[in-house]
């Protein structure tokens, strides 16, 4: 069983940045792959980045590639998603999840944490 606990969102002017952290409980945080998703409203849920066990491995959607980075301290339970230039249509409730292995990384996660919000004024 995997806990996960998100931080640093807020309210930021278009180009700005913010990090978010997430905070995993369990001892096996080292052997899942990490990921983050986003909702806006009315929106479905989307992939965002994902970071593999190693942190060898690291994935991200079109829209922010280039501007987000997916980072993890496996000492430290942690994954992070750096944010720069931000965009009002990055404005979402952002999730952090974690799923076993590392195959289909922009799908199929088991476990979920319950969101920050991020709003990106212009």
């Given at each position: 069983?995997?806990?996960?606990?998100?931080?640093?969102?807020g309210l930021?002017?278009?180009?700005?940045?913010?990090r978010?952290?997430?905070?995993?409980s369990?001892?096996?945080?080292?052997?899942?792959?990490?990921?983050?998703?986003?909702?806006?409203?009315?929106?479905e849920?989307e992939?965002?980045a994902?970071?593999?066990?190693?942190?060898?491995?690291?994935?991200?959607?079109d829209?922010?590639?280039?501007?987000?980075?997916?980072s993890r301290?496996?000492?430290?339970?942690?994954?992070?998603?750096?944010?720069?230039?931000?965009?009002?249509?990055?404005?979402?409730?952002?999730?952090?999840?974690?799923?076993a292995?590392?195959?289909?990384?922009?799908?199929?996660?088991?476990?979920?944490?319950?969101?920050t919000?991020?709003?990106?004024?212009?």
């Amino acid at each position: 069983q995997v806990q996960l606990v998100e931080s640093g969102g807020g309210l930021v002017q278009a180009g700005g940045s913010l990090r978010l952290s997430c905070a995993a409980s369990g001892r096996t945080f080292s052997s899942y792959t990490m990921g983050w998703f986003r909702q806006a409203p009315g929106k479905e849920r989307e992939f965002v980045a994902a970071i593999t066990w190693s942190g060898g491995n690291t994935y991200y959607a079109d829209s922010v590639k280039g501007r987000f980075t997916i980072s993890r301290d496996n000492a430290k339970n942690t994954v992070y998603l750096q944010m720069n230039s931000l965009k009002p249509e990055d404005t979402a409730v952002y999730y952090c999840a974690a799923k076993a292995g590392s195959r289909r990384v922009r799908v199929e996660y088991d476990y979920w944490g319950q969101g920050t919000q991020v709003t990106v004024s212009s």
